[in-house]
C-alpha cells in the first residue's frame, strides 16, 4: 500500500487532488491458492469514495427479506464500533476543514 498509493490518483486522472478523506476498495486476490504471502497479487475490484459503508451497520439495511431494518436492529457491540468509526471520520474531517 505504502508504495502502490502514491500512484493510485494519478492512475484515476486526480494526480491534482488530495485523497478521499474515506473510502473503501475492495480487493480480489488474483493469485493462486498457496502462494506465499509477499508474493501475492490484488486486483482493486472498486473503489467507493461517495457512498462509503460501515459494515458494523448492515444489519440496518433494508432489503426485501428485511423492509423494516433500522438503527436498533445493530447488536449493541457493532452500534459502538460503528460509532467510534463515525466519530473517528468526522474528528478527521474536521481537523481537515480547520488547516
Known amino acids: 500500500l505504502d508504495r502502490d498509493l502514491p500512484k493510485v490518483m494519478p492512475a484515476l486522472g486526480l494526480a491534482a487532488e488530495p485523497i478521499p478523506l474515506w473510502w473503501t476498495t475492495d480487493f480480489i486476490l488474483?493469485?493462486?491458492e498457496g502462494t506465499?504471502?509477499?508474493e501475492e497479487k490484488w486486483i482493486v475490484g472498486e473503489f467507493?469514495?461517495?457512498c462509503v459503508g460501515i459494515s458494523k451497520c448492515l444489519a440496518?439495511?433494508?432489503k426485501?427479506?428485511?423492509p423494516t431494518a433500522n438503527f436498533c436492529d445493530i447488536p449493541p457491540d457493532d452500534r459502538a464500533e460503528a460509532k467510534r468509526m463515525?466519530?473517528?471520520m468526522g474528528q478527521k474531517a474536521l481537523k481537515i476543514l480547520a488547516q
Open 86 to 88: 463515525g466519530d473517528l
Open 30 to 32: 488474483a493469485s493462486p
Open 64 to 66: 426485501d427479506d428485511t
Open 36 to 38: 506465499p504471502a509477499e
Open 48 to 50: 467507493n469514495c461517495s
Open 60 to 62: 440496518a439495511y433494508c
